[in-house]
């Protein structure tokens, strides 16, 4: 089992929903990442919660909207999503951020599908 | 920035060697990393590099020198189940403070 636990693995809304994702690690670690992955392509940054401090990649759409409400939760609340938004969602977590060999550790993943 | 480069695909037979190459250039450097990925599952944690030179680990290798901006991922005796995406990602600085990027990631499809 992995050590971040992500919820719903699957995911299906139309485009005037509201839905959430959510995140949670049990290691204690300090940061946690929201990636979104499109098929055959890398992971793309989209969030970084460290040190209560949120840091966004300036490319990612308003529609979606990140919450920290506890250091071992970081969900993703997502509004009016577009089809192309459909992708595989990946939340992780590492010990801290940007120090030493901080491994990223990984959930299962959401999949979304916006009709 | 950050810019990665990796080939898109590999082939390789069972038992062989292959040799994955990673080409980076960022701002600020932090570490590197490799990840493998199935299609469809999330990326598991391979190998660390910070200091140039060789780590190994069990059939997996990796190698840095930071004067160049390089890395290769070595995988031996490969078995059908090592079928999968190699991801590089760098460990860097960025816009919004301490950035991880992954590379595009190289598909290795081993064949019997």
């Known amino acids: 089992d992995t050590e971040v636990t992500q919820t719903p693995k699957h995911l299906v809304m139309g485009m005037t929903n509201k839905k959430s994702l959510k995140c949670e690690q049990h290691m204690g670690h300090r940061a946690m990442y929201w990636y979104k992955q499109k098929a055959k392509k890398p992971p793309e940054l989209m969030f970084v919660?460290?040190?209560?401090?949120?840091?966004i990649n300036e490319s990612v759409p308003s529609r979606f909207s990140p919450e920290c409400p506890n250091s071992s939760l970081l969900n993703l609340h997502l509004h009016a999503l577009q089809p192309e938004d459909s992708a595989l969602y990946l939340c992780?977590?590492?010990?801290?951020?940007?120090?030493?060999?901080?491994?990223?550790?990984f959930g299962a993943g959401s999949r979304l599908t916006v009709l | 920035g950050q810019n990665i480069d990796q080939p898109t695909e590999m082939t390789a037979t069972e038992g062989a060697i292959v040799q994955i190459n990673c080409t980076y250039q960022t701002s600020g450097f932090n570490g590197l990393f490799w990840y493998q990925q199935h299609a469809g599952e999330a990326p598991t944690f391979l190998s660390y590099n910070v200091l140039d030179g060789l780590e190994e680990k069990g059939r997996f290798s990796s190698f840095l020198s930071r004067s160049k901006g390089y890395s290769y991922l070595l995988l031996k005796e490969l078995q059908m189940k090592d079928s999968a995406s190699y991801l590089c990602?760098?460990?860097?600085?960025?816009?919004?403070?301490?950035?991880?990027?992954f590379g595009p990631g190289t598909r290795l499809s081993v064949l019997p």
């Open positions: 919660y460290s040190y209560e401090k949120l840091s």
């Open positions: 990602a760098v460990r860097g600085f960025d816009n919004y403070g301490q950035n991880f990027v």
């Open positions: 992780a977590s590492s010990q801290e951020v940007g120090v030493g060999a901080n491994v990223l550790t």
